[in-house]
């Protein structure tokens, strides 16, 4: 097989429905890294100048934003739609960010689990959860 032959598979890959689960799961490790520096790197370039709650908004606020960019340009591939897509996306974030808090207090507090495995088995169910938010409802037509 050539390597161009090669190469045209790969992209059909990343053509297809499977290759959209592919996409999402490569923008939520850039996601990730991106929501986890933009903190550290507002605190400590404004030297602890700023609270550490207006940081937090601020770094969450860059997240979703830059989370929404990549979903809308590079996952789903919508047209048009900016602000409705933008404000939906904050409504999947906030969905999930609830539901992952309230299985966190459940987990640990009420059923004892480690926080590490509660979060871990949290985080890896509001990743399919968010997938289809955004699929049906943020970027759904």
Known sequence: MSIRHKVANITSLFASTQGQKLRYLLVGGWNTLFGYVAGPAIYYGLQGEMHVVLVGAIAYAMSITMAFLTHK?????????WLSEYLRSYVVYGGTAAIGIIALWGLVDGMGVPFWFAQALIVSI????????HSKFTFGR
């Open 73 to 81: 340009l590079f996952v789903f591939r919508t047209k048009g739609r």
């Open 126 to 133: 509001t990743v399919v959860i968010s997938y289809f938010g």
